[in-house]
C-alpha cells in the first residue's frame, strides 16, 4: 500500500488549498479513504471521510463546513478542498484507509500571514 499526497503549501488566514492523494497497492474503489492530520505537538487526528462511491461524508467538527473531501476512483485519487483556513489548520495532512494500513509521508500545510 502506498499514499503520495501533495497539494499542500503556505497559504495567509483565509485562503484555500487543495490536497491530494495518489493512492495505490490495494483496490482503491472498494475501500473508504480518510483524510488525516496532525498539528504541531499533538496526535494525529481524523479529519473527513469518504465512502468507497462518495455518498456518505463525514467530517471532524473542527472543519465542517470549511473542507470538502472527494474522489475519483479512475485516477485512484482522494482530495481535499481545503476553504476558508485558519492558522489552527496548520498541520501536516495524511490520506489512508486505516490508521491500521499505514501513511505516506504527508503534505505540510502552513497558515499564515
Known amino acids: 500500500v502506498q499514499y503520495v499526497e501533495s497539494g499542500g503549501g503556505l497559504v495567509q488566514p483565509g485562503g484555500s488549498l487543495k490536497l491530494s492523494c495518489a493512492a495505490s497497492?490495494?483496490?482503491?474503489?472498494?475501500?473508504?479513504m480518510r483524510w488525516y492530520r496532525q498539528c504541531p505537538g499533538k496526535e494525529r487526528e481524523w479529519v473527513a471521510t469518504i465512502t468507497t462511491g462518495g455518498r456518505s461524508i463525514t467530517y471532524a467538527d473542527s472543519v465542517k463546513g470549511r473542507f470538502t473531501i472527494s474522489r475519483d476512483n479512475a485516477k485512484n485519487t482522494v482530495y481535499l478542498q481545503m476553504n476558508s483556513l485558519k492558522p489552527e489548520d496548520l498541520a501536516v495532512y495524511y490520506c489512508s484507509v486505516l490508521p491500521e494500513w499505514g501513511w505516506g509521508q504527508g503534505t505540510q500545510v502552513t497558515v499564515s500571514s
Open positions: 497497492g490495494f483496490a482503491f474503489s472498494s475501500y473508504a
